[in-house]
Every structure is written in C-alpha cells, then in structure tokens.
C-alpha cells in the first residue's frame, strides 16, 4: 500500500474516490436514520452501527467481485431493441423498494397509528432493518463501485476510500438522525428525497438517464428552502 500511495496519481485518486463515496452516502445516512428510527429507543444507535458495518461488509464485498459486477451490463432479455441487464433489474426492483418503503413511511407520519398500534407493514426488527439496510446499499453502491474501478486499478485504494466514507458517516449517522427525528418537516423532506432516488433508479433501469446534476440541484435547493424555514421558526421562538 505505501509503494501504491508513492505515487501522486494515486493519491489523487484515493482522495476523489473518498469525497465521491462520501457525497453519495448522504442518501444511505438518511435512509438508515429512517429505518433506524422503526425501531425501540434504545436499539436505534445499535441498528445504526450494524447498518453502518453491513454497508462497509457489502460495498468491500462488490469492489472484491468486480469482475462479475462489470458482467451485469451485459443484456439478458431482449425486446426488439431494448435490451435490460441484470444491473437493470436490481436498479428497477431497488427503486420500487425505494418508492414503496418511502411511501409507508410517509403514511405513517401523515396518518399516524391506529389505537397507538404500529402499522403491521411498518413493524421493524433490529435484523430485518440491518439486513434492509444491507439490501439497498448494494442498489446504491452499484454506479459506485462502477466508477471506483474506472478512477483506478488498485483494489487497495478503493477499498481505502470505502473504509474512509464509512467511518465519517459512522459519526455524522448520529446527528443527522437526531436532527431528522426533532423536526418533522426535515424527515418529510428526507422521505421525498427518497422517492426522488428510487424514481432516478427506475427511470435508469428503463435506459432513461436523468443526470445526477439535475437531482443534486432540486435536493441542494429543497434543503435551502428547509434552512430558511427552519431559520425563521428560531426567530419567532
């Protein structure tokens, strides 16, 4: 690793690999912070850790087979001249979790439970969320590890920047879901964020490319208007 890091170009390019997983985390954080806050009070921080740790386990795992993760470009059905891929398949069905998961929860927190009662489909075990969470960081990480393994040749440096990523989301996870769970309004904006993800997914399986500038606007530009929002609430309290 230390001849590897010899060279500048490497440097550079653990240095943009370990910013690009970073920004692309923030969607994880604030989906573990969602999923996290199904659970009791006192396993939520534990649920986060496990998540945090199945993504590192998931991400490192997908880096180490990336010869069969290039494969996945490869059509396997064809209709007249549209081809889908595996990585077709696993994006589509991702952004359907996606859009299903955010819209339970936006009914959950729109309607509220009956009786006190939690929603039977929004019950959630330490494990079942763990795994979730494990699930759609793989549809997450996908592009990633794609363009990990075009910004370099050395399995060390990628895996460096995975570890990198995940060790300031270990400690940004607890504040952003603290921040989050006290304002509803910001969890509502999440939960849109996530639709907007899972809608992406989708429109990429269906070859419909919608450039990743135009989401990181529309969010940028929400969480502006949240600021501003939640900026004023402060001044009139």
Known sequence: MIEILASPENWASLLTLTVL???LGVDNIIFLAILASRLPKE??????????????????A????IA????LNDPVIMIGDFGLSWRDVILFVGGLFLLAKATLEIHHEVEGDDDGKEVGALKATLWVVVLQIAVI?????????MTAVGMSDHFE????????AVIVMVFAAEPIAHFVEEHPTVKMLALSFLILIGV???ADAMHFHI???????AVAFSIGVESLNLWAKNRRI
């Open 21 to 23: 997983e970073i920004v």
């Open 43 to 60: 396993k939520q921080k534990l649920g986060r850790r496990l998540g945090l740790g199945a993504a590192l386990m998931t991400r490192l």
């Open 62 to 65: 997908l880096l180490a087979s």
């Open 68 to 71: 069969w993760i290039v494969t």
């Open 137 to 145: 960081d793989i549809i997450f990480s996908l592009d990633t590890v």
């Open 157 to 164: 440096i990628m895996a460096t920047a995975v570890v990198a």
């Open 200 to 202: 992406s997914l989708i």
């Open 211 to 217: 450039p990743k500038a135009y989401l990181y606007f």
